[in-house]
């Protein structure tokens, strides 16, 4: 009898002996923002140029469209000193993820008071028109400047609704106070749609909250909400965890 129970018992451990030992918060966090890398790396698939570019496009760090990689760092640093470097991130493994121009001292810059953690700077093909004889080609095939995203919250195991909502409110007031009232909004858990402002044309952090709230008591559930300012989006996506970036397209 204590023969069987021996063996049992060493089947019953095999299986939890081989489970991964779930992530570190630090894991968890560098595994959510090599994701949103990846992300960012396929937004090209879904743009595409305007020409000629909208006068009206706001600017991060007044940095122009459809500069070439090199002018893109140079007008970076000129206009707001901030240094951008083509880099890799590290993950957690040690291995290195797909190369990407982004700040280079991204800890060391806040956006309205909360830290970059990441960013992103997309690049796109020229547009190229080309015609039957020599020399008759408009455009060419250079990649250039197409949008920025940066990333102000990763995605950690501990995020409380409370912060999210802090943080989705400092972005909000700091964004209009520089552009106006948004011109452009989605609020949607699954298939539910919820208004952004109340009958007093305000925000409504409170429905924000308790949908948040609901979607963090339901893991699966995925809240999302979209703000636009013409071609400023601010993006929150709650779920697992919940990523806050602000993103500059060359387009809207």
């Known amino acids: 009898m204590k023969r069987i129970l021996a063996v049992f018992l060493v089947i019953l451990m095999l299986p939890l002996s081989g489970l991964a030992a779930p992530p570190t918060p630090e894991e968890f966090q560098a595994q959510n923002i090599v994701a949103w890398i990846s992300w960012c790396s396929i937004e090209s698939l879904y743009m595409k140029w305007q020409k000629p570019l909208d006068e009206n496009l706001h600017l991060l760090w007044d940095i122009p469209f459809r500069l070439d990689l090199a002018d893109t760092i140079t007008a970076a640093k000129k206009n707001a000193n901030v240094d951008l470097t083509v880099t890799q991130y590290t993950k957690p493994d040690g291995t290195k993820g797909i190369y990407h121009l982004a700040v280079k001292n991204s800890d ?49 195991l501990d995020t409380k609704v409370e912060e999210v909502i802090d943080c989705v409110r400092t972005m909000y007031e700091g964004i209009s106070g520089e552009y106006g009232s948004p011109t452009k909004y989605s609020f949607k858990q699954r298939d539910n749609e919820f208004l952004l402002f109340n009958d007093a044309g305000e925000v409504d952090y409170k429905t924000i909250e308790d949908v948040f709230e609901a979607t963090n008591l339901h893991l699966g559930n995925t809240a999302r909400l979209n703000i636009e300012w013409n071609n400023v989006k601010l993006r929150v996506e709650l779920g697992y965890s919940c990523q806050i970036d602000i993103m500059f397209y060359s387009s809207y």
């Open 108 to 156: 060391a810059i806040s956006l309205f008071g909360y830290g970059i953690t990441h960013s992103y700077f997309g690049f796109l093909q020229d547009t190229q028109s080309v015609g039957l004889g020599a020399n008759s080609s408009e455009g060419s095939t250079d990649l250039l400047y197409a949008y920025a995203s940066l990333l102000i919250m990763p995605g950690k």
